[in-house]
Structures are given as structure tokens and as C-alpha cells.
């Protein structure tokens, strides 16, 4: 008989040869522990430790192997682990051991079949499982039995199978083929126990020994005081400055301890005593989620976890065990201490559970008057577990976030903020988007660059967050730290929060990202207290809000300001408070300690007029107030016409509750796009580099020009989408009459024509001295009867490359009327009349102004004063010739309507 590599509770193994198992693992299926046994006859109660997966006469002398292996290799150890998980998920396991014993193909000794089974014994320093595994079992007359049994035959058990066939079909854990069993002894452990074993105290013979030191991987805050390091007795306690043995509990002993249950237990009889650090991030997401649900208002995140386990350890008094495990769990900026208990056997010994502190401020003792009561009594509500909150540090208020991720580590003054923060989202504040964020030690955020500065000052010409700005030094104490959070978690609670305090939004909000700076427990420079705040910049691609959320704030002499600015101090604004301990205590959402403020919002980017609202219809944009929609069937065009330009302007807010926004709106060239000014969509040509795809046509009394406002069309043969085309034109009328009354007056007369839904130009005639037209008469002149004049017909505002100014009929007449019935022909028909020698047409139909010159004369028995009149056309040049030959051999007689026809006189003096 031998040893296995590890100590088994119950169990141990031989190392003869497979012919002569006779000893521990018996040929006839059964395995036993101090002697072995021969017995082919079944008989449970047989005083032993005993376990038979199917014991019954088997005879492996003709055929059949019977085999065994001691198993640490890391393949079965996990496979035996996760199936102990499985099958006890109340159990901390982690198998250290596997003995496996297989009966393969023996036959039975009567030769009726063969059986194909195996037992495996899982166990680590703490507990003990078997697995019975069947293969192909054949039926059989002879007697069998398939269970265990223990010495006291206290814990025995007997499968229930009618027949050796149903071994393999039948289960205790709904694995068919597999019976498994929890055989160490100790109790089943209460769900939230964590797995322990790890750091194993190895000498069970100290009767009240302490471990060695243990070194922290994380430092651990108690009530202010941070230790690297902890001591585990074997009397139910943990120590942090030195090692105690004391076995006789007193709590206010001058230390800070922390006790699950203080007591005289000897682990010398039984039980063992562990201790593990753990920081897997099963183990932390854990105690987290456990901390969370106890204290809903500390935002929490365990960073490591100390789990020391009192395992079926018995009193020294003897009359029973105890089952009892402490966490200490911590992060940064927190601590919390968890009390497990399992099994707790009553006593008469003295003991007390519970913690307290050096200065014995801070104890507690759990009132309970019967050691057992540890196991059903909770200050929680979950029997069996007692937590606390040890940090010292006051609880923050619900409504702070989590924090502790990218944490700002500096302590001296040699740096006072953060590096630069890359972020993962960008954040839009009033109007400028950053990428990077600085947090700075002194309560505030900046963007562009950090801020060393301590003294507050408002228009600081930066665009900055300031919850707390204020002389801090965490060189004393507290942290500060940072981290952006996109978790669905913390997302989906700043959305509801924000959504509570602007129920008014165009369309509730939904956090893309969270930036979560915190200030927790940092004194003032001068020493006066500490402040917990915390600022959060919550954005989305539509809307900015910053968040200010107060904890504790002590008062201060310092100089301090809470508020936010931006760099051309357009926006600023600063909580109206005299006291900063107010911050606690005020709000502008009602909910005490909290300020919030919309410092980005898309809707203010659009420049909604006082006739809008900004809207959300698939996109954001600006709706039309009740009332405010006049001519809805044409989105209130409006058109104006001048020169070879054209300006069409439709109302925005009709065009985007009609799915148009502008965004989509063109002319016939795609490039030519609206401008918006005053809520309206303006589309705009002209003949300088500006035409977007406009033409050009002339009927018989108009010249016209034509575009049309597009949105994008769909790709695709069809489409079901709605699509937009208004056409538009300007059109200028082809023929006027404007007449120039000769008299004092030295102005230039000027025709404004300003038709309806047409377009409008200006007609000039001006009279000159000298044949070169560089000379207009002004003033007040005297024309000498017989001298040259020189008259120019100039029309303005039409577009001199594409129009042509075309004088068909020119006459004077001793009155200003046009129709009068005495009148002398100048130009008759585009040409001059041959009956005035002096009429000479200079230029005409080849350029915007057409000229002619006379000799002056008067009317005979009439006036010395004459009034000339004109009645001209315009022609499109791309007509070919404008104005007819006057040569009287190439003059042809040309038809034109004269439907249009307009006078208006234009006074002129000499």
C-alpha cells in the first residue's frame, strides 16, 4: 500500500500490478481504503470505507483488463473540474487529483455478459467527489450492488436500478451513464462562497499560529489607513500590521482586524485554513456584481479580491465544526469587506464577529446571540453574508457613475493634469468638435491644452468645463481619475437621465459615449476638507450635455468657481451659489447635488426663424410653426427677375416637411445648389459664370429664360419615392416706346419697368455733343437750330452677349405725346427717313445700345421746344441679323408682331 501524490481524504491507492488488485481496487468492483477486500458477495454494510461502482463476481482471468491511474496531468484535471462545476455549482472546486479505475470488458464469473464501468476520485486539499462512469453493461443473474458506504455506514447510498443494464441509462445528474457524489463529508457551501485553496496555511499543527506576511497585489484602504500587506490566523481573524495569535476574542484591541468569527479553533483535529488573492475576472466581476447589488449607490469596479476560508475547521472545545470565509475587496478608490458563512456548529467557547479600527471609531459587531445564527441572519438580506463598506470614505450619491479606469496616478507637482486623452468618440461642445480632452487636477476639463492654473478665473478665452475649479492637491490623499464609457449599462442610464431633464427634445436622446472624470475624497490645498465631485460629457452625433454630480464638499476660504465658458465667451455660465458646500445640496433639475447643461444641440446649427421649429423627420431640420405655411401648394415661391439673372426662393420649412430638404435640392446643373437666408431655399442664375444649365428662348413678344428646380433623382428604372421638378422662367418683353421731351432739364430720364412674374431692364435715351458719344449733355443748354445731335438708345440690365437693342421707329413732335397729331419721322422701319437728309443711323441690332443723329430743327408755326420718341425691340443675337439693311437694294420688308407694344416718356433738357 502507498500513498497517492496527495493526501485524499478517504482515499488512497496500491502500486501492485493489475494481477493483484485484490489489495485496493478489487478484482470484483469495488474499491476500499485500509485493507482490501476479497468479497465477491455485495454487502454495503460491511464496516468499511467503501466504494463499488458494480460490485458483483467478475473473473478477468480469461479475458478483460482491470486497470488503474493517478491523473495530475492538466487536461484531466480540468476536464474532472469542469464536471464537478457542473454537477455542484454550489461547491468551489478546482481538482488538484484524479484516480481513475476502470473495469474493461471483465467478464461476470457465471459467463452470462460482460460490464464496462469506471469510478473516478476527484479531490482537492478541501474536498472529494466520485464519478461513476458505465459503459456497456450486460444483464446478469448474479447479485450486485452499485453505491457506497462509509464505516459508521452514516453515509451510504445504494443506486436504485432495477437491473445492471439500467446503470448506463440511469443518473443522479442527468448525464445518463454517470452518477456522481460529493463524499468528503463537509457540508454543500452556500452559493457565494468564492473558490478557495490557493496561498494554503501549511503548518495544521500550530494550534494558534498566524500565517506570514502577505503581500497585496492591490493596496487595501481601511478607514483611511492603506495597507500593502495582511496576516491570517488560524482563529478566525485577519490582522494588517502584524501577526496575532490571540485565540480569546476582543475586538477593540487597538488594531484594525477584521473578524469573521473570533474563536479557539484548532486546525490540528481537522479542516483546513486558505487563503487566495485573486484577480480573475470571473472572480472580480463576481464580488462586483455582489457590491453593486448591496450598495446600489457607490459606483464600483473590483479591481482585486483577498479570499481567506475557514473550511470545517472544529472548535477547540470539540463539539462541532465551522465553515466561514472573509473577502476583502477593493479597488482604487474603494473597499468592502464580505462575511460568508456556511456551517457554524454551536458553542460554549467565547467568540465575536465582526471588524473594528485602531482608534475604535469604527466597529462593529454583528448582533447575534448563538454563533449558528451567523448562517441565517444578514445585514443584506442574503442569510449567511454580512457586508460592509471599510474605505472610510462617505457613500456617494446614486446618481455618480462608475469610474476608476485610466486613473491619474501623479502625486507631486511636478505634473498637475492628465496626458492628452485620445478619444473614442468625439465630442461637440457649442459648436466645436474635439477629439482629445485634458482633465485637470483642479476640478476642470480643457480640450485644446491643460490647465495648470488654481486661481479660477472666468473668460478664460478656452472652451472649459469647470464642476469644481479650486486649489486641490491629491497629494495628501483621494484620487482623481477618468474614463470614457460606451458600456450599454452606462449609456442607457445617462439617456434616461438626460431624457428626464429635457423631455422636450425633437427626438429622445441616446448616449453614443460617456466621459467620466471624478474627484473622490481630494482636499484643499489648505488643508480645510476633501470634495467628491464628478463631471460626465455625455454626446450623441446630435446633442452635447455635461453632467456636474456632488458628493461630499466641504466648505473652503479658497477662492472657487463652478462653471463652464468657451473660448469666444459667447456661452458661460456659472452656478449662482455663495457657499460651495451648496453644490451638495442644489440643482437645476431638481434632484439635489446635480446640475446639467445642453452645451451642444444640431438644432442650434440650423437657424430656425421665428415662423420655424426644429423638427425631426428621418433627419433634423426646420418645420413650419401652425400658421405660418402660405401657398403651401407651391412651397410659397417667390420669383424675381433682373437683367440675365434669375432668383427663385421657396419657403425651407415646406420643403422639409415635404421630405425636401435642402440638402437634396438642385437647378437643372446638379452643382448649382439653394442658399438659405431668412428661412427660405434661394436658387440663383446669371450669364457670369453662373448659368446652371439655364436656356435661352424668344417668342414673338418676349425673350425667356427657363430652369427648374430638381431634388437628386433615385437611381433605377422607377421609383416609388417622391421626387421634385419646378420649373421656372423670367421672361423680358421684346418691344417698348420710350420718348425724351427736349426741353431745360438737364436729367437723364430712366424707364423702370417692373412687370408681374416677369423680368425688368432699364431703357436710357441720351443726347450728346460730339459724334464719338463721350460727351452727354447736363445742365441747363441752349441747342442751336441747325446743329448735329447725337442720340443713343441704351438699354440696361440684360446681358449684352446674348441681347441686341433694335431701333424700329424714331419722331419727334412739338408736344410731349407720342400720339400727337403733328410729328416728323426720324427712323421709319429700322432705317431713316429719306425725306431728312440729316438722319444718319449709326448702330443698330448689333449691341445693347443702338445710335442715330440729326440736325435740331423746329416746327414750323408751332413750339421751339421738340419731344423725341422711340419705339425699340430687343432680338436674341443667336437669331442671326437683329436689324434689317438699309441699303435699298438689299432692303427686305420684315414682319414682326407688334402685340406688345409699351410708351412712357423719358424727360431730357438741353
Not at 468479497?39 to 467478475?58: F, G, V
Not at 468657481?561 to 458661460?572: F, G, I, K, Q
Request: hydrophobic share 35%; glycine share 6%.
Amino acid at each position: 500500500m502507498c500513498l497517492l501524490k496527495q493526501q485524499v481524504p478517504h482515499i488512497c491507492s496500491s502500486e501492485r500490478s493489475k494481477f493483484h488488485l485484490e489489495n485496493l481496487v478489487n478484482n470484483n468492483g469495488h474499491i476500499t481504503f485500509t485493507e482490501h477486500l476479497s468479497s465477491y458477495i455485495p454487502i454495503l454494510h460491511s464496516r468499511r470505507d467503501i466504494i463499488a461502482p458494480l460490485w458483483t463476481d467478475l473473473d478477468n482471468r480469461h479475458s478483460g483488463t482491470i486497470s488503474y491511474r493517478e491523473d495530475t496531468s492538466s487536461a484531466v484535471l480540468a476536464q474532472a473540474t469542469a464536471a464537478i462545476k457542473q454537477y455542484f455549482p454550489n461547491i468551489p472546486f478546482a481538482a488538484t487529483s484524479a484516480f481513475v479505475a476502470t473495469w474493461d470488458r471483465v467478464p461476470y464469473y457465471n459467463g452470462g455478459g460482460e460490464a464496462t464501468f469506471q469510478v473516478v476520485l476527484v479531490s482537492n486539499v478541501h474536498r472529494s467527489f466520485i464519478l461513476f462512469n458505465y459503459g456497456h453493461m450486460a444483464a446478469t443473474g448474479q447479485i450486485w450492488s452499485a453505491g457506497y458506504d462509509t464505516v459508521d455506514s452514516v453515509s451510504s447510498f445504494n443506486i436504485p436500478a432495477a437491473s445492471v443494464p439500467e446503470l448506463s441509462s440511469s443518473s443522479n445528474i442527468n448525464v445518463n451513464g454517470r452518477w456522481s457524489f460529493h463524499v468528503d463529508g463537509s457540508p454543500n457551501l452556500p452559493t457565494m462562497f468564492l473558490p478557495f485553496g490557493e496561498g494554503e496555511i501549511l503548518n495544521p499543527n500550530a494550534e494558534d499560529g498566524s500565517s506570514d506576511v502577505i503581500y497585496l497585489q492591490q493596496p487595501f484602504k481601511y478607514f483611511g489607513r492603506t495597507y500593502n500587506q495582511i496576516f491570517v490566523s488560524n482563529n478566525g481573524y485577519l490582522t494588517f500590521a502584524e501577526p496575532l495569535s490571540a485565540y480569546v476574542p476582543f475586538l477593540n484591541s487597538g488594531r484594525d482586524i477584521i473578524a469573521p468569527i473570533w474563536t479557539h479553533i484548532d486546525n490540528r483535529h481537522g479542516g483546513t485554513v486558505s487563503y487566495r488573492v485573486d484577480t480573475s475576472s470571473a472572480i472580480l466581476a463576481q464580488v462586483t456584481g455582489a457590491v453593486k447589488q448591496y450598495f446600489p449607490n457607490i459606483p464600483f469596479f473590483a479591481t482585486s479580491a483577498f479570499v481567506a476560508t475557514w473550511d470545517s475547521v472544529p472548535y477547540y472545545s470539540g463539539g462541532g465544526v465551522a465553515t466561514f470565509q472573509v473577502v476583502i475587496v477593493s479597488s482604487v478608490h474603494r473597499s468592502f469587506i464580505l462575511l460568508n458563512y456556511g456551517d457554524i456548529a454551536e458553542t460554549e467557547q467565547i467568540w465575536q464577529a465582526g471588524y473594528s479600527s485602531v482608534d475604535t471609531v469604527n466597529s462593529f459587531t454583528i448582533p447575534v446571540t448563538s454563533a449558528p445564527q451567523l448562517s441565517s441572519s444578514s445585514n443584506i438580506n442574503v442569510n449567511g453574508r454580512w457586508s460592509f463598506h471599510v474605505d472610510g470614505s462617505p457613500n456617494l450619491p446614486a446618481n455618480f457613475l462608475p469610474f476608476g479606469n485610466g486613473e491619474i496616478v501623479i502625486r507631486t507637482s511636478d505634473a498637475e493634469n492628465s496626458e492628452t486623452i485620445l478619444l473614442q468618440q468625439p465630442v461637440t461642445f457649442f459648436g466645436r468638435t474635439y477629439n482629445q480632452i485634458f482633465v485637470n487636477i483642479n476640478g476642470l476639463l480643457t480640450f485644446t491644452e491643460p490647465l495648470n492654473s488654481y486661481s479660477p478665473h472666468l473668460n478664460s478665452e478656452r472652451d472649459i468645463i469647470a464642476p469644481l475649479w479650486t486649489h486641490l492637491d491629491n497629494r495628501r490623499g483621494g484620487t482623481i481619475s477618468y474614463r470614457e464609457d460606451t458600456s450599454s449599462a452606462v449609456l442607457a442610464q445617462v439617456s434616461a437621465a438626460v431624457n428626464q431633464y429635457f423631455p422636450n427634445l425633437p427626438l429622445p436622446f441616446a448616449a453614443a459615449s460617456a466621459f467620466v472624470a471624478t474627484w473622490d475624497s481630494v482636499p484643499y490645498s489648505s488643508g480645510e476638507g476633501e470634495v467628491t465631485f464628478q463631471v460626465v460629457l455625455v454626446s450623441s452625433v446630435d446633442h452635447s450635455f455635461t453632467l456636474f454630480t456632488y458628493g461630499n464638499i466641504a466648505e473652503t476660504r479658497q477662492l472657487w468657481l463652478a462653471h463652464y465658458d468657451t473660448m469666444d465667451a459667447v456661452h458661460s455660465f456659472t452656478i449662482p451659489l455663495t457657499m460651495v458646500s451648496e453644490l451638495s445640496s442644489s440643482s437645476n433639475v431638481h434632484v439635489s447635488g446635480r446640475w446639467v447643461f445642453h452645451v451642444y444641440s444640431v438644432c442650434d446649427t440650423l437657424g430656425c426663424t421665428g415662423n420655424e421649429v426644429c423638427q425631426f423627420r428621418d433627419t433634423y431640420g426646420c418645420g413650419c410653426l401652425e400658421g405660418q405655411r402660405p401657398n403651401p401648394e407651391t412651397f410659397d415661391a417667390m420669383e424675381v427677375c433682373n437683367s440675365s439673372t434669375g432668383t427663385m426662393s421657396l419657403s425651407r420649412c415646406q420643403l422639409f416637411e415635404s421630405d425636401f430638404p435642402l440638402e437634396i435640392l438642385h437647378l437643372t446643373d446638379q452643382t448649382c445648389t439653394g442658399t438659405l437666408e431668412n428661412g427660405r431655399v434661394q436658387f440663383h442664375f446669371d450669364n457670369e459664370g453662373h448659368v446652371c444649365g439655364t436656356t435661352l428662348t424668344s417668342n414673338s413678344t418676349h425673350f425667356i429664360y427657363q430652369n427648374s428646380i430638381q431634388s437628386n433623382l433615385p437611381e433605377g428604372v422607377i421609383t416609388r419615392e417622391r421626387w421634385m421638378n419646378i420649373a421656372f422662367s423670367c421672361a423680358y418683353p421684346l418691344i417698348q416706346t420710350l420718348s425724351m421731351p427736349m426741353g431745360i432739364q438737364a436729367e437723364q430720364g430712366v424707364l423702370s419697368m417692373d412687370l408681374p412674374g416677369q423680368g425688368t431692364y432699364h431703357i436710357r435715351m441720351i443726347p450728346y455733343h460730339d459724334a464719338q458719344f463721350t460727351s452727354p449733355y447736363e445742365g441747363n443748354v441752349e441747342v442751336q437750330v441747325n446743329q448735329q445731335m447725337y442720340v443713343a438708345v441704351a438699354v440696361e440690365g440684360v446681358d449684352r452677349s446674348q441681347i441686341s437693342t433694335v431701333l424700329d421707329n424714331c419722331w419727334a413732335t412739338p408736344v410731349n405725346s407720342v400720339d400727337y397729331q403733328i410729328r416728323w419721322n426720324l427712323i421709319v422701319r429700322e432705317c431713316p427717313n429719306p425725306e431728312d437728309g440729316t438722319v444718319e443711323v449709326l448702330q443698330n441690332g448689333i449691341d445693347t445700345t443702338s445710335r442715330f443723329s440729326f440736325r435740331m430743327f423746329t416746327f414750323t408755326r408751332a413750339s421751339d421746344r421738340i419731344f423725341l420718341h422711340c419705339q425699340v425691340h430687343l432680338c436674341l443675337v443667336q437669331n442671326g441679323r437683329c436689324a434689317q439693311s438699309c441699303d435699298p437694294g438689299n432692303r427686305r420688308r420684315r414682319h414682326r408682331s407688334l402685340d406688345f407694344y409699351h410708351s412712357a416718356a423719358i424727360t431730357m433738357g438741353f
